[in-house]
């Protein structure tokens, strides 16, 4: 992260060094994905029942749906491409995923806008995003559902609204943090 911020110093030609561009390409790479994975909320909880526990939902086992088997992956791969499949598979070759992907943010933000969200951005710290996730699994990702059967589309529905709040909140948090970042004032 420290060569990141350094990035904040530098001019943007500055930048010769393939290896120290590979870096932080890869620097970047992990942080939009922690920047995504910190608002999945069976990252932040784990149901147990006398003393066995699901972690995380992966032990949390559905009837088979959609190639998913547990409630882990579910909230993982189907939630955000269930209707209208949102967020699309890089099937149609990159330009045309990126416009579809492009599509799908821009839908996001139009129905969660930042000023929704003034007060949850900003400054916070890990420890009450783990605390808002975990009240998040135990109001949505584990209400209104059982193991080995198949997620109600009342469920599906709820979680994809869910999901598409959440991913609404991350790329605010994780633009603000790239502002900080890149942007000299």
Same mark, same amino acid.
């Given at each position: 992260?420290?060569?990141?911020?350094?990035?904040?110093?530098?001019?943007?030609?500055?930048?010769?060094?393939?290896?120290?561009?590979?870096?932080?390409?890869?620097?970047?790479?992990?942080?939009?994905?922690?920047?995504?994975?910190?608002?999945?909320?069976?990252?932040?909880?784990?149901?147990?029942?006398?003393?066995?526990?699901?972690?995380?939902?992966?032990?949390?086992?559905?009837?088979?749906?959609?190639?998913?088997?547990?409630?882990?992956?579910?909230?993982?791969?189907?939630?955000?491409?269930? &209707?209208? $499949?949102?967020?699309?598979?890089?099937? %149609?070759?990159?330009? @045309? !995923?990126?416009?579809?992907?492009?599509? +799908?943010?821009?839908?996001?933000?139009?129905?969660?806008? &930042?000023? $929704?969200?003034?007060?949850?951005?900003? %400054?916070?710290?890990? @420890? !009450?995003?783990?605390?808002?996730?975990? +009240?998040?699994?135990?109001?949505?990702?584990?209400?209104?559902?059982?193991?080995?059967?198949?997620?109600?589309? %009342?469920?599906?529905?709820?979680?994809?609204?869910?999901?598409?709040?959440?991913?609404?909140?991350?790329?605010?948090?994780?633009?603000?943090?790239?502002?900080?970042?890149?942007?000299?004032?």
């Amino acid at each position: 992260m420290e060569e990141l911020k350094e990035l904040k110093q530098e001019k943007t030609g500055s930048l010769e060094k393939k290896m120290r561009r590979n870096r932080i390409s890869d620097l970047m790479k992990y942080l939009i994905h922690f920047a995504g994975d910190m608002f999945h909320p069976l990252h932040m909880a784990t149901r147990c029942i006398g003393g066995k526990c699901d972690n995380g939902g992966t032990g949390f086992p559905l009837t088979k749906f959609q190639k998913v088997t547990n409630l882990h992956e579910l909230w993982d791969k189907i939630l955000l491409k269930l &209707r209208d $499949r949102t967020m699309p598979e890089f099937e %149609k070759g990159f330009p @045309e !995923s990126c416009k579809l992907y492009l599509d +799908a943010v821009t839908s996001i933000m139009a129905t969660h806008p &930042r000023t $929704r969200f003034v007060i949850s951005i900003g %400054k916070i710290k890990l @420890e !009450s995003i783990a605390k808002a996730m975990f +009240a998040i699994a135990a109001k949505y990702a584990y209400e209104d559902i059982s193991p080995d059967q198949l997620p109600s589309e %009342k469920y599906r529905d709820r979680g994809y609204n869910v999901c598409r709040v959440l991913f609404a909140v991350a790329g605010y948090r994780l633009a603000d943090y790239m502002r900080e970042i890149f942007i000299q004032e």
